[in-house]
C-alpha cells in the first residue's frame, strides 16, 4: 500500500507513535508519506519506503494566524496526485482531520478519491476538541472519517460521551518497540546519577499542568524519608519554575537532578528503580509503557487510560489523582524490599510485551485493508 500519514513532528505522544508505525509500515513493504510541516524527530533516517514531504505555510500580513490547515490540504492533494498514495491516516482530529477532509473534496472534483483513517490520541478530543469554538469541527471530522480508531477504550469512551459521534471507533493501543531495548546497554554507568545504596526514581513529561508535577516532587519528598533515592526530572514546560520552587521548600536540591530535555531516554531508564506519573489526565500513557519497556515498575493515577496500561499490584501501583501519600507509601513497598523490586520490575517488563509492536502493526493493517475494500465497495 501507498499511505500518507499526516502527524505533529514533535517529541509529543502522538508524533512519536505515528512515526514508529510509519517506519515499521515500511520495513513490511509498504510506501510510506509523512507530510508535515517538518521532519519527525524520530524519523531517524529516509528509505526507499520512507518519504518526508515539507509543508510550507507562507507567511502573509493579511493573516494574524498563518493559514496550517490550508497549506496543508493542498499539500495532500498534490502528494495524492503525484506520488499515487492510496490511503490517508491522520493522526489528531484538529487539524489534521479537517484538513483531510477538505483533500478528500478536492481530489474527488478530479475523481481521484481516497479514503482517511483517524486515529485520535487524546488532548484533540478532552482538551481542545471539547472547547465549544472547536467542538463542531472535531464532530464533523470524526464523523467524515472512513475509519477511526483510538489509543485507549477510556479515549474511546470519552469521545462517545462528548461528542454525537456516528462512526464506529475501533481502539488500537499505542505501542512499544520491545527490541529495542535488548541489550542496548553493556553498562548503565548508574553511579553517574546516584550512590550505590541509592535508588533512582525517574518522571518524564512535557510539565504541564496536566501532569501533576507538584505531586511529583510531594510522592518523592515521602519517598526518600524512607528510602534513600534520587528524583531524576526529565523535560521542560511552564510547571519546572514551580518544580523547582517546591524542592527547595523542602530542602531536595541535593537529591532532585533537572535533565531538561533529553535524547538518552532509554540510558536514564535503563538505570531506574520506579516512574511516577501522577497525571490529573492520560488518554493512554505512553511514558509508563516506555518505562515498563525498561524493565520500570509505575506509580501512577488511575485515570484515562491508565489503568488499560499499568496493572495494578503487578506492575506497579494505581491511586486517584491527587493521592499523593497512597502513591508514596506503594513506592516505599516497592523499593524497600530488593527481591520484591526486582518482582516488579520482572512484572513491568512482561506487561510491557503486551503492547509489543509486531502485536499492534497488523492491527493497523487490517484497519487499512478494510478501510480500502470498504472504499472501493462504495464508490462503485
Do not use: W
Given at each position: 500500500?501507498?499511505?500518507?500519514?499526516?502527524?505533529?513532528?514533535?517529541?509529543?505522544?502522538?508524533?512519536?507513535?505515528?512515526?514508529?508505525?510509519?517506519?515499521?509500515?515500511?520495513?513490511?513493504?509498504?510506501?510510506?508519506?509523512?507530510?508535515?510541516?517538518?521532519?519527525?524527530?524520530?524519523?531517524?533516517?529516509?528509505?526507499?519506503?520512507?518519504?518526508?514531504?515539507?509543508?510550507?505555510?507562507?507567511?502573509?500580513?493579511?493573516?494574524?494566524?498563518?493559514?496550517?490547515?490550508?497549506?496543508?490540504?493542498?499539500?495532500?492533494?498534490?502528494?495524492?496526485?503525484?506520488?499515487?498514495?492510496?490511503?490517508?491516516?491522520?493522526?489528531?482530529?484538529?487539524?489534521?482531520?479537517?484538513?483531510?477532509?477538505?483533500?478528500?473534496?478536492?481530489?474527488?472534483?478530479?475523481?481521484?478519491?481516497?479514503?482517511?483513517?483517524?486515529?485520535?490520541?487524546?488532548?484533540?478530543?478532552?482538551?481542545?476538541?471539547?472547547?465549544?469554538?472547536?467542538?463542531?469541527?472535531?464532530?464533523?471530522?470524526?464523523?467524515?472519517?472512513?475509519?477511526?480508531?483510538?489509543?485507549?477504550?477510556?479515549?474511546?469512551?470519552?469521545?462517545?460521551?462528548?461528542?454525537?459521534?456516528?462512526?464506529?471507533?475501533?481502539?488500537?493501543?499505542?505501542?512499544?518497540?520491545?527490541?529495542?531495548?535488548?541489550?542496548?546497554?553493556?553498562?548503565?554507568?548508574?553511579?553517574?546519577?546516584?550512590?550505590?545504596?541509592?535508588?533512582?526514581?525517574?518522571?518524564?513529561?512535557?510539565?504541564?499542568?496536566?501532569?501533576?508535577?507538584?505531586?511529583?516532587?510531594?510522592?518523592?519528598?515521602?519517598?526518600?524519608?524512607?528510602?534513600?533515592?534520587?528524583?531524576?526530572?526529565?523535560?521542560?514546560?511552564?510547571?519546572?519554575?514551580?518544580?523547582?520552587?517546591?524542592?527547595?521548600?523542602?530542602?531536595?536540591?541535593?537529591?532532585?537532578?533537572?535533565?531538561?530535555?533529553?535524547?538518552?531516554?532509554?540510558?536514564?531508564?535503563?538505570?531506574?528503580?520506579?516512574?511516577?506519573?501522577?497525571?490529573?489526565?492520560?488518554s493512554f500513557g505512553l511514558a509508563a509503557l516506555e518505562a515498563?519497556?525498561?524493565?520500570?515498575?509505575?506509580?501512577?493515577?488511575?485515570?484515562?487510560?491508565?489503568?488499560?496500561?499499568?496493572?495494578?499490584?503487578?506492575?506497579?501501583?494505581?491511586?486517584?489523582?491527587?493521592?499523593?501519600?497512597?502513591?508514596?507509601?506503594?513506592?516505599?513497598?516497592?523499593?524497600?524490599?530488593?527481591?520484591?523490586?526486582?518482582?516488579?520490575?520482572?512484572?513491568?517488563?512482561?506487561?510491557?510485551?503486551?503492547?509489543?509492536?509486531?502485536?499492534?502493526?497488523?492491527?493497523?493493517?487490517?484497519?487499512?485493508?478494510?478501510?480500502?475494500?470498504?472504499?472501493?465497495?462504495?464508490?462503485?
Open positions: 500500500m501507498k499511505i500518507g500519514i499526516v502527524c505533529y513532528p514533535t517529541f509529543g505522544g502522538s508524533g512519536v507513535v505515528a512515526t514508529e508505525l510509519g517506519m515499521r509500515l515500511a520495513t513490511r513493504g509498504h510506501e510510506v508519506h509523512f507530510i508535515t510541516y517538518k521532519q519527525p524527530v524520530r524519523l531517524e533516517h529516509l528509505s526507499k519506503n520512507i518519504y518526508f514531504h515539507e509543508v510550507n505555510v507562507p507567511d502573509y500580513p493579511l493573516f494574524h494566524y498563518q493559514p496550517y490547515e490550508l497549506a496543508l490540504s493542498s499539500k495532500l492533494v498534490d502528494m495524492v496526485k503525484l506520488h499515487g498514495i492510496e490511503l490517508l491516516h491522520v493522526h489528531y482530529a484538529i487539524p489534521h482531520a479537517y484538513a483531510g477532509y477538505m483533500a478528500k473534496k478536492m481530489l474527488e472534483e478530479e475523481s481521484i478519491y481516497i479514503p482517511m483513517v483517524t486515529t485520535l490520541h487524546g488532548t484533540d478530543i478532552t482538551l481542545v476538541g471539547n472547547h465549544p469554538f472547536y467542538k463542531p469541527a472535531v464532530t464533523f471530522s470524526i464523523n467524515k472519517s472512513d475509519a477511526v480508531t483510538s489509543v485507549s477504550d477510556s479515549l474511546k469512551q470519552d469521545t462517545l460521551r462528548l461528542f454525537d459521534i456516528k462512526n464506529e471507533i475501533e481502539v488500537v493501543p499505542n505501542f512499544i518497540d520491545n527490541k529495542k531495548t535488548k541489550n542496548v546497554f553493556t553498562d548503565c554507568q548508574r553511579e553517574l546519577m546516584a550512590n550505590e545504596d541509592e535508588k533512582i526514581i525517574t518522571h518524564i513529561s512535557n510539565f504541564r499542568k496536566v501532569k501533576r508535577i507538584d505531586d511529583v516532587i510531594d510522592i518523592f519528598y515521602r519517598i526518600q524519608q524512607k528510602v534513600k533515592s534520587k528524583l531524576l526530572m526529565v523535560g521542560e514546560g511552564p510547571e519546572v519554575i514551580s518544580a523547582k520552587a517546591l524542592v527547595n521548600k523542602y530542602n531536595l536540591k541535593d537529591k532532585v537532578v533537572f535533565l531538561g530535555e533529553s535524547n538518552e531516554i532509554e540510558k536514564i531508564l535503563c538505570f531506574s528503580d520506579l516512574f511516577l506519573l501522577p497525571s490529573q489526565n492520560e515498563m519497556t525498561y524493565n520500570v515498575p509505575v506509580i501512577s493515577s488511575n485515570t484515562g487510560g491508565l489503568p488499560e496500561v499499568n496493572t495494578q499490584g503487578f506492575s506497579g501501583f494505581l491511586s486517584d489523582v491527587g493521592n499523593v501519600e497512597e502513591m508514596a507509601e506503594k513506592g516505599i513497598y516497592i523499593l524497600e524490599e530488593e527481591t520484591r523490586l526486582e518482582q516488579f520490575k520482572k512484572n513491568a517488563k512482561e506487561n510491557a510485551l503486551k503492547f509489543d509492536i509486531e502485536l499492534i502493526i497488523p492491527k493497523y493493517e487490517s484497519i487499512y485493508e478494510r478501510t480500502l475494500a470498504n472504499f472501493k465497495a462504495k464508490s462503485l
